[in-house]
Each structure stands twice: as C-alpha cells, then as structure tokens.
C-alpha cells in the first residue's frame, strides 16, 4: 500500500469521525445514529430483532 493511498484511507476516517462528532451535538442526529446502529446490529445479527414488528 502507498502512502499516498494510506493518508487518503485516513482521510476518509477522519471525515466520517468528524462527521460523527458533529452529529454528536444534534440530538436529531444522535437519534438517527441510533436507528442506524440498530439496522447495523440488526443485520449482523442475520434479521433477528429485539422487538417483533
């Protein structure tokens, strides 16, 4: 892997971590997070949710 390529990867990272931290201060925002962190483990966990539709 270049460097070049390396600084790029991290500066995708960095965009995202601001941009999270940014959300941080929203509250709207932090509750879209937390639906998107539910759909994510939702997902991972092959469909199983916690509560039944």
């Not at 070049?4 to 925002?29: D, S, Y």
């Amino acid at each position: 892997m270049s460097e070049w390529h390396r600084v790029k990867e991290q500066k995708g990272r960095g965009l995202l971590a601001e941009r999270t931290i940014f959300c941080m201060r929203t509250p709207f925002c932090i509750q879209a997070a937390f639906v998107a962190i539910a759909v994510g483990l939702r997902q991972n966990t092959g469909g199983k949710s916690l509560r039944s539709p």
